[in-house]
């Protein structure tokens, strides 16, 4: 039988005291889980908002699938609406390429996103295209930025060392957070690799590795 992860959060303190929201969620994912006949295991972060993916069940739920499918003991996570998971669209792209590469089942209800169906999965690639877009647009606006930059006469080269503040962050991050994860949160939050690029799983392994050995973050 099928076992889900099911997501819920709410976001105040006022919510997360009368549990307003969580029943309404629990109701709905314990739905569609009846008409699957799937078996659900819940996880929840009361009082917290979607702006990061660095919540504590959040990142739970992520680590226990990230485990190899032999060892793994659930198949995926539903929640029921996008906004529960996250309010962005690039890191929802994040956590879908986590689900694929991972081979397990990503479902938000609200829009039909279930990449265990393929009508779920056709969805979720509209989803993947716009975030596509998205950080193509944030590109574009940055190349025209620097450009504009260039004609006043202002060094816009890029840094090629990591700033310490980055370093910091990558390191705090790690230990609680996975490595996919720790991607996803830079990326949110803006910061870099050293190049000016994204951050990817393995990004974030060599980096830390480098850190580590390098003390470079020593007090």
């Known amino acids: ?10 976001s105040t303190e006022e919510q997360a005291n009368s549990g307003l929201g969580l029943g309404a969620q629990r109701d709905t994912i314990q739905r569609y889980a009846d008409a699957h006949d799937w078996d659900v295991i819940w996880y929840e972060d009361a009082g917290l908002s979607a ?3 660095a919540r504590p069940q959040l990142q739970a739920a992520l680590d226990r ?8 003991d659930v198949d995926g996570i539903v929640v029921a609406k996008l906004d529960r998971l996250s309010r962005s669209v690039v890191d929802f792209a994040g956590v879908l390429d ?4 991972r081979k397990w089942a990503l479902v938000a209800i609200d829009l039909g996103v279930d990449t ?17 877009w998205e950080r193509r647009v944030i590109g574009e606006r940055t190349s025209a930025a620097m450009q504009a930059a260039k004609r006043q006469g202002r060094h816009m080269g890029r840094v090629s060392v990591l700033p310490r503040t980055t370093g910091e962050r990558l ?12 991607a996803m949160q830079l990326n949110a939050e803006g910061l870099t690799t050293a190049t000016g690029g994204t951050w990817t799983a393995n990004a974030v392994c060599k980096v830390q590795a480098r850190l580590t050995a390098a003390g470079a973050l020593a007090a």
């Open 1 to 10: 039988m099928t076992t889900m992860i099911g997501y819920l959060r709410v």
């Open 51 to 53: 702006k990061s993916l």
């Open 65 to 72: 699938l990230s485990a190899s499918a032999k060892r793994r």
């Open 98 to 101: 986590l689900a694929r590469a």
């Open 116 to 132: 265990s169906t393929p009508t779920g999965e056709l969805v979720a690639n509209v989803m993947m295209s716009v975030a596509q």
């Open 171 to 182: 390191m705090t991050l790690r230990a609680t957070a996975t490595l996919a994860a720790t």
